[in-house]
């Protein structure tokens, strides 16, 4: 039975069994995921990192480090940053009487707070009523939490906590997604002006000038150093190189500078790769040589999470203050009779009621590690009465919404010219905009707020 049930994933401590289904991924071999990147360009080889003293290039799109805009913020002082108005009091990590993410989605006639026209920004992958998607039902839904209400994202409040206040999205193409959401949820009050992108668009920052609030999204989908090599279709051109003990310095060097931060691993680390350790070559996953022991993608993902924990916690023991964290877990893909390049589609219009799927063996390693390391790492983050670090779970919330994904809109009209039974590729992994994703920042809002003073 493995229902997805984040309290009882969370009380249950048992990775001995992890290991033992890491068969499950060799279904991914060879994946070259060019899904992941939401754009479908890959660029190649795609440095992630820094090159350190490994002999690489020199990544030249690490974006500047964040800063706040015009003047400081008034009567701010450090103590006040850490107890407000993140304040959010310690007792209630693991016991809250209300869990956000228990519930299940009920009918909203209200239907989204944007649409493709109020909001100019949504990247046309994602764009799935302008690319033709013909049913509207998946916006008319919204979170209900078992025990309490869910309110919805008030843009005007948000952008009163964010006054003066610097967040980052930091992770694999789920946060672009995510961002370009929060974006389009704080147009009505006011829209982003885009103030830096690197030259793929994968990191990039926006400012809301009237309320000196910044937020970035930082492209590190490994959040360690990494070396990936693929063309231009996303195919691997050779096995990335993976170091477990290192964290990307694309966040890293932004990161005391941010009063927000969101952060995830994710799907990336089910790519083959070879993994190492104090620079030298530990292991693999699916690197197909016998010579090399195969460590699997849960071995990477439980060290990645652990050493991005680490660097988060001695940053705070150092500077004796921290960014808000927000860790999330990871979102599931829903590509059905297929993977993303075998044919695999997502044509479901409703979502799924509790009990009507379950997480699979893959996603069910990966929280576990999720759940693992989040708890390992909790208590180092915690002040006083306050935790600085929160976990936001939207997974299974997520798993229940087949229907929000692009599928085959994803391109603009897709069927033109082609006939209905035309052979096209879906995507089952992002979100569509406006969509499900949207209820992710109704949620965060709502973490936010919780115990704050406003
Ligand atoms: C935290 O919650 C507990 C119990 O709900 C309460 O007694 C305590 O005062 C709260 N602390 C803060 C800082 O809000
Ligand atoms: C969660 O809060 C309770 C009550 O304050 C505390 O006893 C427990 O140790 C906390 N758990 C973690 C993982 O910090
Ligand atoms: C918005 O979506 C509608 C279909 O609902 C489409 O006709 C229209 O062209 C789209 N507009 C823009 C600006 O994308
Ligand atoms: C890392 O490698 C260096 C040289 O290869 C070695 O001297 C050092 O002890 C290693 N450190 C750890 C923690 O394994
Ligand atoms: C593994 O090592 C042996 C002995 O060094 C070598 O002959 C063999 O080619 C290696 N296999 C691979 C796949 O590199
Ligand atoms: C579950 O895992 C398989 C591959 O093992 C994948 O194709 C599928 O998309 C995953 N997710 C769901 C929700 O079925
Ligand atoms: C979804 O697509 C599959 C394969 O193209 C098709 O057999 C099925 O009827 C479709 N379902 C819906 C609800 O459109």
Redesign the pocket.
Known sequence: MKQLNSSSIQRNNTFSSIFVKFGVCFLFLGLAYRLFSSSFVQFSPVLLGDGGDTGLPVDTTTPPPPRLLAEPPPETTDVDRL?SPA?H????NFTETCDLFTGEWIPDPNGPMYTNTTCRTIESPQNCMKNGRPDFDYVYWRWKPKDCNLPKFDPKKFLNIMRYKSLAFIGDSIMRNHVQSLLCMLSPVEEAVEIYHDKTYRNRRWSFPTHHFTVSVIWSPFLMKAFTFEDDNGVSTGLIKLHLDEVDPVWTNAYEDLDYVIIAGGKWFLKSALYYENKTLVGCHNCHNENITQLGFGYAYEKALSSTFKFMADSKKEKNKTPFILFRTSAPDHFENGEWDTGGYCNRSRPFKMGEIEINDTDEIMRRVELGEFERAYSSFND???SLMKMFDPTMLSLLRPDGHPGVYREFHPYEGKGRDAKIQNDCLHWCLPGPIDSWNDLIMEMLVK?SKL
């Open positions: 107890v304040s009091n310690a007792s209630q006083g009465e306050v115990d």
